[in-house]
């Protein structure tokens, strides 16, 4: 059973892990070296987990935590998917087990309404071109507006 709860500051070590599982290259590529979370234009989107502005739901499965979808305002220009000081960026992640089981649609639509409740009328996200998932942003409501770095910008309203 698919279940969702808050993202809070106690699942700080579980974002971490997360944020690096939502590093995504295309294949044959895995994982990044897990050092790559110290960039500063990477770990803006994780440390310090729990500010007012921060918004996330945590999927679980059967009872275990399956992966997360957060938001975080951050200031204009930080961030591939800085659009303007009200539009928050998106994150989302699965633990392998439990991708391409039909989980992270409801955990991203579950974190769209959560960030309208929070007062955003928009999210933002990029996503690498070959990667699959950007069909199912798609179907959330996102809308590719521009290219940046090779990746796609893509926006959501959610208010």
């Known amino acids: 059973m698919l279940r969702f709860r808050p993202l809070t500051a106690e699942d700080q070590d579980k974002l971490w892990h997360w944020l690096h599982v939502a590093l995504w290259d295309p294949p044959p590529a895995g994982l990044r070296p897990v050092e790559v979370l110290q960039a500063p234009g ?3 989107y994780a440390e310090a987990w729990g ?9 679980q499965v059967n009872g275990t935590d ?3 979808c957060w938001v975080r305002l951050l200031p204009v220009g930080v961030g591939l998917a800085s659009v303007d000081a ?4 998106l994150g989302i992640a699965l633990e392998p087990e439990f991708q391409h089981k039909g989980h992270g649609r409801p955990l991203m639509l579950e974190t ?12 933002a996200l990029t996503v690498h071109p070959e990667n699959p998932a950007q069909y199912m942003y798609e179907s959330c409501g996102f809308r590719k507006v521009e290219r940046r ?3 796609h910008l893509m926006l959501a309203r959610v208010a």
């Open 149 to 151: 770095n090779n990746y």
């Open 86 to 89: 009200a539009t928050p960026q």
């Open 42 to 44: 990477v770990r803006i």
């Open 51 to 59: 500010k007012t502005t921060d918004v996330g739901r945590v999927a």
């Open 66 to 68: 399956a992966g997360a």
């Open 112 to 123: 769209l309404k959560a960030a309208a409740r929070a007062g955003y009328r928009q999210v």
